[in-house]
């Protein structure tokens, strides 16, 4: 990757992310985002030959979306029109399924042609790169893997081919990238010691004991249980840092922070949206807007059985339904 001085344009050429399908996702990701700013998308995309991921692509649900607080379907219109209304938007992910990362990236081209995105926190950047991102938008790349040396990209953990589009979208328009996760060291020492007050104050009784039964069930039943707290406190630690990381100063007439995250992170009832109320003064839950690009699971063709409610407010405002990408069993491999 380079950037250009005498064409004046930030980028000589496209990311040549080495993936199967790449420009599919970027030509179809820029007509989403075109078609959003018009609102003439529509949310009924079952069917659609440009799903990636093959499994269920019949299933009623695939291409729909559910708003969560209307208890009804809408249209990617009707969504686009939340979605400017908002200050914080977390996009939760499963992060190996290629669809979620199309429709991620037309978001951010859809943000960015309005003139609404203020700055991009992902997960998958962690704090030992946040030095280099106060410099992102000023640095030339000679290369990919300078970029990625750059980030301090963990290629081990996180697939580049998934989201070097979406950080190649974010600076190719100048917007503000920031680290969203914990670094190895930080999270050792988290593992070690007690959390702050003020990680502990921000989750009631029924949420704690919620996060700690996940977190079970995450590890297949596996891990000891004293392995839980410190396992708890990690995942409050991400969030809480997560939310540093997106917070902005003041809430914005006409913009918006953006969060990449998987979707347990942008869980309104357990994750990140917890922490931005108690770090952001004057914001209310209507301010913070998180949508889930949800698999679907055969069979289950009621939207709530997806929202998996334990409490008065549901995990997402938004969740919109895929192909999946996998029907394995991970606990099966483990045991």
């Known amino acids: 990757m380079m950037k250009s001085m005498a064409t004046g344009s930030k980028w000589m ?35 659609s030959p440009l799903w990636q991921s093959e499994l269920y692509t019949d299933h009623g649900l695939v291409g729909r979306i559910w708003d969560s607080r209307r208890g009804q379907f809408v249209t990617s219109a009707e969504l686009w029109d939340k979605i400017l209304g908002s200050t914080y938007l977390l996009l939760g992910e499963k992060h190996d399924n290629p669809d979620h990362h199309e429709l991620q990236l037309g978001i951010i081209q859809a943000l960015i042609g309005a003139e609404k995105l203020e700055k991009v926190t992902f997960e998958m950047l962690d704090s030992t790169s946040s030095e280099n991102l106060r410099v992102f938008l000023e640095t030339r ?16 953990g996180w697939n580049w081919g998934y989201y070097g589009a979406l950080i190649e979208a974010a600076y190719d328009a100048s917007i503000p990238v920031t680290a969203g996760n914990l670094d190895a060291e930080t999270v050792m020492e988290v593992y070690s010691s007690p959390a702050s007050e003020e990680i502990e ?13 996940d977190i079970d069930e995450s590890h297949c039943g596996l891990l000891p249980e004293s392995q839980f707290p410190p396992m708890v406190r990690v995942q409050q630690t991400r969030d809480y840092r997560m939310a540093r990381s997106l917070l902005l100063s003041d809430k914005l007439d006409n913009g918006l922070a953006l969060l990449i995250t998987g979707n347990y992170h942008a869980r309104k009832d357990l ?21 889930a690009f949800v698999e679907v699971v055969p069979g289950e063709t009621d939207p709530g059985f ?23 069993d991970y606990c099966d491999s483990l045991r």
Do not use: C
Not at 141 to 156: I, P, R
Not at 201 to 213: G, I, K, P, Q, T
Not at 312 to 328: E, K
């Open 201 to 213: 104050a921000v989750l009631d009784e029924d949420a704690m004991s919620r996060l700690l039964a």
């Open 13 to 47: 050429g496209p990311t040549k992310i080495r993936v199967a399908g790449i420009r599919r996702i970027f030509l179809t990701a820029v007509i989403f985002a075109q078609s959003l700013l018009f609102g003439h998308v529509s949310a009924q995309l079952a069917g």
């Open 306 to 328: 997806y929202l998996d409610r334990f409490t008065d407010r549901s995990a997402y405002d938004f969740i919109w339904f895929t192909p999946a990408v996998s029907n394995a």
């Open 271 to 291: 994750g990140v949206p917890n922490y931005l109320m108690a770090q952001h003064p004057g914001l209310g839950w209507s301010d913070i807007l998180s949508l």
């Open 141 to 156: 790349f000679e290369s990919e893997e300078e970029l990625k040396s750059f980030l301090n990209w963990d290629e081990q």
